[in-house]
């Protein structure tokens, strides 16, 4: 591209970028990333889906600096090559020499551009990434970077963060001592989350089927298709939706290879991992004390967003519990926690959370625990797998339960769900 064009789009996209800075709402992770910026030598990398605002969070932490920005997601740079960051670099430099901190959002679409990040980079420059696939920056940016990078992951709205975008406010200390009415307002504004799910767009306003399916299908075709040329573009969806409306279930690349008719369990597992890559799915292995046993267990697969559940959905009714159970692994995982299921001699743990080295919290999630029956088999698989692996954390999760109990000996907290995501 000549030199000109180059500056032009990024005279505009800078005006863009100025006038996101003054109307982005918040994120939990901005004070994190605000110190990285500030504190460490190495190059920031924000990862996450699609939408999911990094790029937002991203200008937000950039606010009070001197700051160069340019998203390699544009039209415009379509015929962009490796050449080109050399004239990119120079438009910068004459632009504003004093700035310190590039921004650059969706580079990886460019051949080459680790190998221009890291030359930035050894010549001191403060850098800011961010993208949409998570495995190949990782994987470029440890082959040239080799440890000089540090990551972020961005994730659709928490339930906290959802009360915030609505403008209700608050702090988790309130849950010691909660009114009937402010109980009330919490419930209700969980329900409109379990529906709406997470994505900014969808809890600013946009109707969340028509924006979600649209989202799907960019996902697909920007982030899959086209960057790694994938020709089977129907399959590679169908696989997406079944995994995602199938969310919380037991799937294996053997399942799928034989549902879709794939010829190859190569390419079947090649799909499943681009879905994660772009961080459409999330899967979880089983606990073991042995390393080689969690490594070969059975997988449990995980749609990104709750909303997005509902806007593909085909079947004739919601599983609302397995929605629930999304949220509640979605919760965990943002919190930065190291999550595993149990399932062993008949008796299956939702969620089991890691903390030195051993389990710390077993939680079981139930959308309606008011039959007898559910309640005890629930029950014992937490009494029993708690007492084996001496974990004391014991919840079940329900849709607007409380209560404490003790069973066979073992504290178990039940709880509402909404009580659950504003838990720290």
């Known amino acids: 591209m000549e030199k000109d064009e180059i500056r032009q789009i990024v005279i505009d996209q800078q005006h863009e970028f100025t006038q996101t800075q003054q109307k982005a709402l918040a994120r939990e992770q901005l004070p994190a990333l605000k110190d990285l910026l500030t504190s460490s030598r190495l190059v920031k990398v924000v990862l996450g889906i699609r939408r999911s605002g990094k790029?937002?969070?991203?200008?937000?932490?950039?606010?009070?600096?001197?700051?160069l920005y340019l998203n390699f997601d544009d039209e415009?740079?379509?015929?962009?090559?490796?050449e080109d960051l050399q004239r990119l670099l120079e438009?910068?430099?004459?632009?504003?020499?004093?700035?310190?901190?590039?921004f650059f959002d969706e580079i990886q679409n460019i051949a080459s551009w680790e190998l221009f990040v890291n030359r930035l980079h050894r010549t001191g420059h403060n850098l800011l990434i961010s993208g949409s696939n998570g495995k190949l920056l990782s994987k470029e940016l440890a082959t040239h970077l080799t440890g000089r990078e540090v990551s972020l992951t961005l994730f659709p709205l928490s339930f906290s963060e959802f009360l915030a975008w609505r403008g209700i406010k608050f702090a988790p200390g309130e849950l010691q001592g909660l009114t009937s009415s402010r109980r009330?307002?919490?419930?209700?504004?969980?329900?409109?989350?379990?529906?709406?799910?997470?994505?900014p767009e969808v809890?600013?306003?946009?109707?969340?089927?028509?924006?979600?399916?649209?989202?799907?299908?960019?996902?697909?075709?920007?982030?899959?298709?086209?960057?790694?040329?994938?020709?089977?573009?129907?399959?590679?969806?169908?696989?997406?939706?079944?995994?995602?409306?199938?969310?919380?279930?037991?799937?294996?690349?053997?399942?799928?290879?034989?549902?879709?008719?794939l010829k190859s369990i190569v390419t079947t597992r090649k799909y499943v991992q681009l879905l994660?890559?772009?961080?459409?799915?999330?899967?979880?292995?089983?606990?073991?004390?042995?390393?080689?046993?969690?490594?070969?267990?059975?997988?449990?697969?995980?749609?990104?967003?709750?909303?997005?559940?509902r806007a593909l959905w085909t079947k004739p009714t919601l599983d609302l519990g397995a929605q629930l159970?999304?949220?509640?692994?979605?919760?965990?995982?943002?919190?930065?926690?190291?999550?595993?299921y149990l399932f062993?001699?008949?008796?299956?743990?939702?969620?089991?959370?890691?903390?030195?080295?051993?389990?710390?919290?077993?939680?079981?999630?139930?959308?309606?625990?008011?039959?007898?029956?559910?309640?005890?088999?629930?029950?014992?698989?937490?009494?029993d797998l708690g007492k084996k692996y001496e974990a004391e954390d014991l919840f079940i999760v329900t849709r607007d339960l409380t209560e404490n109990i003790v069973h066979d000996g073992k504290r178990i907290q039940i709880v509402p769900a909404w009580e659950f995501l504003l838990r720290t």
């Open 55 to 67: 790029s937002t969070l991203c200008t937000q932490a950039l606010r009070d600096k001197k700051a």
């Open 344 to 383: 062993e001699d008949a008796r299956e743990v939702d969620f089991c959370t890691i903390e030195d080295g051993k389990p710390s919290q077993l939680i079981q999630v139930c959308y309606d625990l008011s039959s007898p029956k559910t309640k005890e088999r629930e029950l014992r698989a937490l009494v």
């Open 276 to 309: 994660q890559d772009v961080f459409l799915i999330h899967q979880i292995k089983g606990y073991s004390f042995k390393l080689k046993e969690r490594s070969t267990s059975r997988r449990k697969t995980y749609s990104c967003d709750v909303g997005l559940i």
């Open 325 to 340: 159970e999304t949220l509640v692994l979605l919760h965990l995982i943002k919190q930065g926690q190291e999550v595993y």
């Open 203 to 261: 809890v600013l306003g946009e109707q969340p089927n028509i924006y979600l399916r649209e989202l799907f299908d960019k996902i697909i075709s920007r982030d899959i298709v086209q960057r790694h040329k994938i020709r089977d573009v129907r399959v590679i969806k169908e696989i997406a939706s079944y995994l995602i409306q199938n969310s919380s279930q037991f799937i294996s690349c053997q399942n799928i290879k034989t549902t879709f008719r």
């Open 76 to 82: 415009r740079l379509a015929g962009f090559d490796s």
């Open 91 to 102: 438009v910068f430099k004459e632009m504003d020499p004093e700035a310190n901190v590039y």
């Open 184 to 199: 009330a307002q919490l419930s209700g504004s969980f329900e409109d989350y379990f529906q709406r799910g997470g994505f």
